[in-house]
């Protein structure tokens, strides 16, 4: 059929200089014969009409459409199929016959215009709806276009920005933001935030902003220089930041960068037991603990082994992986755990761990059981030794440390401490709920997703109970019958340094279960950001107290973490597209860097 219309298209010129005296045959028909001609061609051109942006996309090569319609949708062609054919084969044979060939030919092309667009749908209800951009639906996962997410998306980008706009006014290259008095405080002398921030600006498509950093990068980084740096942080937001957008962006710059970091850092591991110093002076190569100990912290130690092994892929030199892997050696070993959980201290002469007896999942031991499981994922889940001290201190937490509030029953984990359970909580505990779904989501027991919920679900309260809806640093839980509030917060606690755990664990929950209750609580959370840290003059702050709406007390600080973590996982909650950094093929690391899981080599 459709070459038989072509073939009346390509005579169209032809017989148009051919009929020019069938004009006089128009006047013949009869007015009701030319009236319905002319609706038959006013009706086609406004279908043509509206059919033509979407026609014209779909000839520069855009995708096609998804309907958002819930009705049963026919395309053009299939409608033209169905019965409109017929119908103008019956209109034309009844009243066209007399007509010129002009008129037939102009009739058969709008016919055949309409006919070739795919892109133009027809509801039922006989509606037109431009569908030629892909933007509904979740063909590829992304969000709906009137979603709320979608908008959030671009509120998170905007938080970016803002940041951003601090950062580059008034701490350019410096490493962290003091937005209130316009100034920066330097920890490391590194431009620790441009350096955290740099792969968020690249998940989040903020173009200008990371060829800026990127020639920042390029020009200005120098590694060469006499600082003392702390081993963990600087592994987890430099060495982690720069492989992941090595990663990311494919340019070696950052691979460069990241190989001179991740070498001039290995002098920490010069030690009597192999357990590394906690503090580095990467100019001189030389290492030492701080100053009024010889201890290093357990989960510093045990944090820095996704990147190191990294590092040793990459470069295919094996001394950065054998380094941190002797230090799970020699954790894997050591007396002094209870049932699977670490003490918060390991002496770096004897390698044994110190201050025993107290067991915590906040601050000191937190990322070592993150990196249990994330080394495995990492490492195609063939080391079997990290899995099974994973599923083992779980067990110990589920034991030791899980305990429920009254009066709601809020399940949280607490302290021990010399066998004594405290019911204290830090945020930072709240990476659990996430770290619980990823081991869930490979495969380990299906009650781990359980309790990843229940927590969830106490590290929201955590914010929501509060009067500016943030969380403290720390809370404690009533136990005892009678209480009348679940959360107390000690004077010293009440604290909030922007970070990410929570919004992180919620971009894991609703990645893994799809369940859009956990997008609507980041959001809520993102707004109490937006109403209580944010510096109207760029950046956000740190606040010492959350219980005050009225004065929640600035502290002038914007962590790096904010840029690298916080917003990062914001907009990874909001985006529905499962495909933005697959959890299936990156492993974050404990800063929220993403890095490959190793492809399978058996
Ligand atoms: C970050 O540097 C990392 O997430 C680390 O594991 C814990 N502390 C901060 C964020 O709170």
Known sequence: MLDQYAIAALNLSFSCSKDFSNTKKWKQLSRLQRSLILLIFVLLFICGIASYPSFTEHLRGKTPFVSYESEPLVSCQNLLKAGVTEWIKYLLSKYVHKANNLIFHLTIICAISLFMNPLVTFSWRGAVIDTGEATEGTKNGENKEDSPANHWLEAVREAFRHAWKGYKESAWGHDELRPMSKSYSEWFGLGLTLIDALDTMWILELKEEFEEAK????????????????????????????????????????????????????????TPSKIPYSDVNIGKGTAHPPRWTSDSTVAEVTSIQLEFRELSRLTQEPQYQAAVAEVMMQVHKLDGKLDGLVPMFINTNNGQFTHQGIYTLGARADSYYEYLLKQWIQGGKKENQLLEDYLQAIEGVKKNLLQKSSPNGLTFVGELSHGQFSPKMDHLVCFL?????????????????????????????????????????IVHFNMHQGSTRDIEVKLADRHNLLRPETVESLFYLHRLTNDHKYQDWGWEILQNFEKYTKVSSGGYTSINNVRDPEYPSPRDKMESFFLGETLKYFYLLFSNNTNLISLDQYVFNTEAHPLPIWPSTA
């Open 215 to 270: 020639s920042w990068v390029a020009t200005e980084l120098s590694f060469n220089k006499n600082v003392d740096v702390n081993l963990f942080e600087s592994t987890i937001r430099i060495l982690g930041g720069l492989l992941s957008t090595y990663h990311l962006t494919g340019d070696t710059l950052f691979l460069d960068k990241a190989k001179d970091i991740g070498y001039r850092l290995m002098p920490a591991f010069n």
């Open 433 to 473: 709920p996430g770290t619980l779904a990823l081991g869930a989501h490979n495969g380990l027991p299906a009650d781990h997703m359980d309790l990843a919920k229940e927590l969830m679900e106490t590290c929201y309260q955590m914010y929501i109970q509060m009067e500016t809806g943030l969380s403290p640093e």
